[in-house]
């Protein structure tokens, strides 16, 4: 399934470079390989990848920068990035997930943790919506192509964005739990915090709603979650 899909894995480290792209290669995917944030930012708009592992410290451009600069870049702005962080690096984390960063993986990190978080996203991107489209207020949604747009603007969403307001429709009037959300959207190997959910979820109300900080269609459920609420104007 996998085979096809190509990774481009950016660290300064060799051995930590060497490592995931021998690992990611034994599982059937291609892997092209940066140094520094220059350098993988241009093989990023060169080649395309269908992920991108990203460490957080790099020479010339760092990790966050990069990550910054791909989602302005619209040949590839809704390409995955999985950052790659150090312990203790909490707000580095948490900056990153506002940038666009869909994920991010602790080093040192187990093999079987980063090859599974690979084939998690892929699988994802790969699947197809039976219903192609969604409207609801002035929002149009095409899952086939993974676009969203407010009015005849259309919105940027990262894939961890998306994924969010997929689930949170599909389950409309439906209280989910922080807990819930994290083992759907990141998967039960995931040991990041539910405060990831609260970022994505603040970063996906500021790109939909008219007023986020007065939000109709996330709204938050004190202590327990998020529900989704179309709207009088809702259609399917």
Request: proline letters at 2%.
């Given at each position: 399934?996998?085979?096809?899909?190509?990774?481009?894995?950016?660290?300064?480290?060799?051995?930590?470079?060497?490592?995931?792209?021998?690992?990611?290669?034994?599982?059937?995917?291609?892997?092209?390989?940066?140094?520094?944030?220059?350098?993988?930012?241009?093989?990023?708009?060169?080649?395309?990848?269908?992920?991108?592992?990203?460490?957080?410290?790099l020479p010339g451009m760092d990790g966050l920068e990069v990550c910054k600069s791909i989602r302005k870049k619209s040949s590839i702005e809704s390409t995955p990035i999985i950052m790659i962080t150090a312990k203790g690096e909490e707000l580095d984390k948490i900056l990153?997930?506002?940038?666009?960063?869909?994920?991010?993986?602790?080093?040192?990190?187990?093999?079987?943790?980063?090859?599974?978080?690979?084939?998690?996203?892929?699988?994802?991107?790969?699947?197809?919506?039976?219903?192609?489209?969604?409207?609801?207020?002035?929002?149009?949604?095409?899952?086939?192509?993974?676009?969203?747009?407010?009015?005849?603007?259309?919105?940027?969403?990262?894939?961890?964005?998306?994924?969010?307001?997929?689930?949170?429709?599909?389950?409309?009037?439906?209280?989910?739990?922080?807990?819930?959300?994290?083992?759907?959207?990141?998967?039960?190997?995931?040991?990041?915090?539910?405060?990831?959910?609260?970022?994505?979820?603040?970063?996906?109300?500021?790109?939909?709603?008219?007023?986020?900080?007065?939000?109709?269609?996330?709204?938050?459920?004190?202590?327990?979650?998020?529900?989704?609420?179309?709207?009088?104007?809702?259609?399917?």
């Open positions: 399934m996998f085979m096809e899909k190509t990774i481009l894995v950016v660290d300064d480290e060799a051995h930590i470079q060497e490592l995931i792209k021998f690992n990611l290669t034994k599982n059937g995917f291609k892997v092209i390989t940066a140094d520094n944030g220059i350098d993988a930012l241009k093989i990023a708009e060169d080649e395309k990848p269908d992920l991108i592992f990203l460490d957080l410290m990153g997930l506002e940038l666009g960063a869909d994920d991010y993986i602790t080093k040192p990190f187990s093999v079987r943790e980063l090859v599974a978080r690979a084939k998690a996203i892929l699988r994802r991107t790969s699947f197809k919506q039976e219903d192609n489209s969604f409207k609801f207020g002035d929002i149009n949604i095409d899952y086939q192509k993974h676009e969203v747009y407010k009015g005849k603007e259309k919105i940027e969403l990262t894939l961890k964005e998306f994924e969010l307001l997929e689930i949170l429709i599909k389950n409309k009037g439906k209280v989910m739990t922080r807990d819930f959300l994290l083992d759907k959207i990141w998967g039960y190997e995931y040991v990041g915090e539910t405060r990831t959910v609260d970022v994505h979820v603040r970063h996906l109300r500021q790109k939909i709603e008219d007023n986020d900080k007065n939000p109709i269609y996330i709204q938050t459920i004190r202590g327990i979650g998020y529900k989704f609420n179309s709207g009088d104007s809702y259609e399917r």
